[in-house]
């Protein structure tokens, strides 16, 4: 029988952490289905969905602490009911530009009064070239439970957007994760 599992790590960040840390599910006869890793100011981050037979999953449990050390990282093991699909609910693709950081709470206010799940979100902080003053590139997946609910956030977001001086894009949403 196949296990489910989420594995996180957070460490410094240096060349070779993926390597080893897929070498390492390699080695426990553990299949990677899907992950996110990044680089946040020096620090490196990964989520992995990982699945395999029972006694592997036990082994990689047990051999958490050793990985963690050997990679100088802290990491943590969840176990999870076997992943769902992504289904067929409207997906939508959010792009958002502000002179400032008030933006992403704004929107993600606007997506959680929507009941909108967001698949994945990246900001990135932008100096604004012709001033001392940052600016910030907001960029969600998100996902609507109809039609009808992606309609309704498209207005309000429109409504934000004219409201607190941002550039919001709205479009059909990739079934690929954000790059």
């Not at 990689?60 to 969840?78: T, Y």
């Not at 909108?116 to 001033?131: F, H, Q």
């Not at 609910?149 to 004219?162: D, F, T, W």
Request: aromatic share 2%; net charge positive; glycine share 8%.
């Amino acid at each position: 029988m196949r296990t489910h599992a989420v594995l996180s790590a957070l460490g410094h960040d240096r060349v070779g952490i993926a390597d080893e840390l897929t070498a390492a599910m390699t080695r426990r006869n553990l299949e990677i289905e899907d992950s996110r890793m990044a680089t946040l100011r020096g620090q490196f981050t990964v989520m992995l969905h990982v699945r395999g037979k029972r006694d592997d999953m036990a082994r990689l449990s047990a051999d958490l602490d050793q990985i963690s050390g050997k990679l100088r990282c802290q990491m943590k093991l969840e176990s999870i009911k076997a992943a769902r699909g992504a289904g067929s609910t409207p997906e939508l693709l959010i792009e958002s530009y502000c002179p400032g950081a008030g933006g992403l709470g704004a929107v993600t206010a606007v997506l959680k009064r929507h009941d909108i799940n967001i698949r994945d979100l990246k900001t990135e902080a932008e100096a604004i070239p012709w001033s001392s003053k940052m600016a910030f590139h907001l960029t969600a997946r998100v996902s609507a439970r109809s039609s009808r609910s992606a309609a309704r956030l498209r207005e309000e977001l429109r409504k934000l957007e004219r409201e607190n001086d941002l550039d919001i894009v709205i479009k059909p949403g990739p079934s690929k994760t954000l790059g």
